[in-house]
């Protein structure tokens, strides 16, 4: 064999083992591939921005992107607070829903327990002449049905012919409507003239008519021998006590 020959096949069999020894590095994940310019900062972007985990032998594994713990958990809370707000917001505006009805309920059973008014058909009313305060008759009204009435306004009287009504004491407005229950009473005063004589076109009147705010008018008996009356005739507010009747 030449020296030639011998040469040939020992590089032959070098050019062999160096390709065989690149293959071993390519195949166990170790070896390093050469890259171009744009491909080597390509994988350095892309190694920067997805963490990496390290393999069983001693390499590295890129994550799948969106796996990270943070971003699964921003997504669970995100979810969880969307949930949270819409049960909150459903709870509130069933709340809200049920208070409008129970408002409406209340006003409901306002209107139906409303008492009706207090008339000449379902009361009684009497006059009575009072030696104090001076000049004054007493006008009394008992509930003689069997419900609760209002007895609002004051009364409408009218003395025998007259052609018009008495003022009424605006001072005299009571703080709520007078209720009179069944055997109840109610009750107006009247001044009938001035105590000092400064009233004037002064009468006698013997018949008395009381007019209500709503209904039947009644028609109480005076004093035999009659009231006597003035230009000074005032009556008060139906009150619920004979006292406020008699006040002013």
Request: hydrophobic share 30%; charged share 15%; net charge positive.
């Amino acid at each position: 064999m030449s020296a030639r020959t011998t040469r040939t096949r020992l590089l032959a069999a070098t050019t062999v083992a160096l390709a065989a020894l690149a293959l071993s590095a390519c195949d166990n994940g170790k070896g390093v591939r050469s890259e171009g310019p744009g491909e080597g900062s390509s994988a350095a972007s892309g190694s920067s921005s997805q963490p990496t985990a390290p393999t069983a032998d001693g390499g590295t594994t890129a994550k799948p992107a969106g796996t990270g713990t943070g971003g699964s958990a921003g997504r669970s809370d995100a979810k969880e607070s969307g949930s949270g707000g819409g049960s909150t917001g459903g709870s509130t505006g069933g709340s809200a829903k049920k208070n409008g009805t129970g408002s409406k309920t209340g006003s409901t059973g306002q209107t139906g327990t409303r008492n009706v008014a207090c008339n000449g058909s379902t009361t009684k009313t009497t006059a009575t002449a009072v030696s104090r305060p001076l000049n004054h008759l007493l006008l009394t009204v008992t509930n003689t049905g069997t419900r609760n009435c209002d007895l609002t306004g004051y009364p409408i009287a009218r003395f025998a012919e007259a052609q018009a009504v008495p003022p009424v004491a605006e001072e005299t407005h009571p703080q709520a409507v007078v209720t009179l229950a069944p055997g109840e009473s109610g009750y107006a005063g009247v001044l009938l003239s001035a105590a000092d004589g400064s009233g004037g076109n002064g009468y006698t009147a013997k018949t008395l008519e009381i007019g209500f705010d709503k209904g039947r008018s009644a028609t109480p008996v005076l004093p035999a021998k009659g009231v006597y009356i003035d230009d000074k005739l005032t009556v008060t507010y139906w009150q619920q006590g004979l006292d406020d009747a008699l006040a002013y």
